[in-house]
């Protein structure tokens, strides 16, 4: 989704640049053209420069249709953008993550909502047998995804945001949600909270796993247990009703005086309500949240954040895609983010 030029450029004639084109400017035959453009290894790199060069001078751009015909591949890469999500902000950081990544490569972004209640499943499946595009990148990962097996099952090019639990291994990136609660548990401890509780991702989510076992091992070695807050399940993706939960314990006296956040909308909907209440964040109540933009930046009381970089998040799962194209190596297909505190 790299931007486009308004105008389309010409050859001499005014007419749209061909390879024949290119081929009339470096005094080549069109098959050399045509072999150099596509980086063909008996061609030397010096031809290969020269017709480059002419191709961007003239602006010839490969038509899709034909180079698909040729290689069997659309050049498009899908992002599923899953809006059962109320962060708005982590789908654009991903989105333009990734364009960046595939600004100087013939692949292009091509954005595929998953709407609510609709089977992901057959979404991908669906953009698979179009042929529509020739890899996958998807979030918001499960235990035993069905979607992961599907394309492991046919050999599918994909990326996750987000691990499972799978015993094929396959290419990820993921923040050390294990490490980001444990992290944020040790902080609320050493402000001298004993009430310490998680907001959360849906209980369906590897991720939440992971999170609950870094603030027990945490808050167990303190001599304490986790306090359980968001019951009956309201989770960080629902932040209405996590704000009218937070408000109703706060009523009832039993409230939390350490909570850790795994989003920024979910920090300021328990903030608001707190506060709301007449409750004094710092003292009352302590808070650190995952910080995906410079939203918390700009809030007041500020608060702890332990940040990850969206942004680069979407730029690196272009990549492992992109080398997953290559036939890669797995154990150079998944990344491990540690958290970076920002106390």
């Given amino acids: 989704m790299a931007d486009k030029p308004k105008k389309e ?15 009339e400017i470096t005094g080549m035959a069109v098959t050399t053209v045509s072999r150099a453009l596509n980086d063909a290894p008996d061609i030397s790199n010096k031809t290969k420069t020269i017709v480059r060069e002419a191709a961007d001078k003239i602006g010839y751009r490969p038509e899709r249709s034909s180079k698909h015909l040729r290689t069997g591949k659309s050049f498009n890469i899908a992002f599923i953008n899953d809006h059962a999500d109320e962060h708005p902000d982590f789908a654009r950081r991903m989105i333009l993550g990734i364009t960046t990544c595939l600004v100087d490569t013939n692949y292009e972004l ?6 609510r209640g609709a089977n992901d499943v057959d979404l991908i499946r669906d953009l698979v047998r179009s042929q529509s595009v020739d890899g996958v990148i998807f ?14 099952e046919i050999d599918f090019p994909f990326v996750t945001h987000g691990r499972t639990e799978l015993a094929t291994q396959h290419p990820y990136y993921d923040l050390n949600s294990y490490e980001f609660t444990a992290l944020a548990a040790k902080r609320l401890l050493s ?3 004993q009430r310490i509780t998680q907001v959360t991702p849906p209980t369906s989510l590897t991720s939440f796993a992971h999170h609950m076992h870094g603030l027990s091992a945490a808050t167990r070695s303190a001599g304490l247990e986790p306090y359980i807050f968001n019951e009956p399940p309201v989770t960080d ?8 939960l937070a408000i109703k314990r706060i009523r009832i006296g039993d409230f939390p005086d ?23 964040i710092g003292k009352d109540v302590h808070f650190v949240s995952r910080r995906t933009s410079r939203v918390l930046r700009f809030v007041r009381p ?6 990850e970089d969206i942004f680069k998040a979407g730029e690196t799962m272009a990549q ?5 194209f290559e036939n890669a190596p797995m154990k150079e297909l998944q990344v491990l983010v540690e958290p970076e505190v920002d106390w």
């Avoid at 091509?110 to 709407?115: C, E, T």
């Avoid at 500020?302 to 940040?307: A, C, H, K």
């Fill in 9 to 23: 450029a010409t050859a001499a004639n005014g007419s749209r640049p061909t390879l024949r084109s290119v081929a």
């Fill in 110 to 115: 091509f954005i595929k909502p998953q709407l």
């Fill in 139 to 152: 979030t918001h990962t499960r235990p035993q995804d069905d979607r992961v097996k599907y394309l492991l």
């Fill in 191 to 193: 402000k001298g909270c």
């Fill in 237 to 244: 993706m629902d932040v209405d009703a996590l704000h009218q």
């Fill in 258 to 280: 350490g909570v850790i956040c795994g989003s920024e909308l979910s920090a300021l909907a328990v903030m608001d309500a707190f506060q709301g209440e007449g409750l004094e």
């Fill in 302 to 307: 500020r608060i702890d954040t332990i940040n």
């Fill in 320 to 324: 492992l895609l992109l080398r997953r």
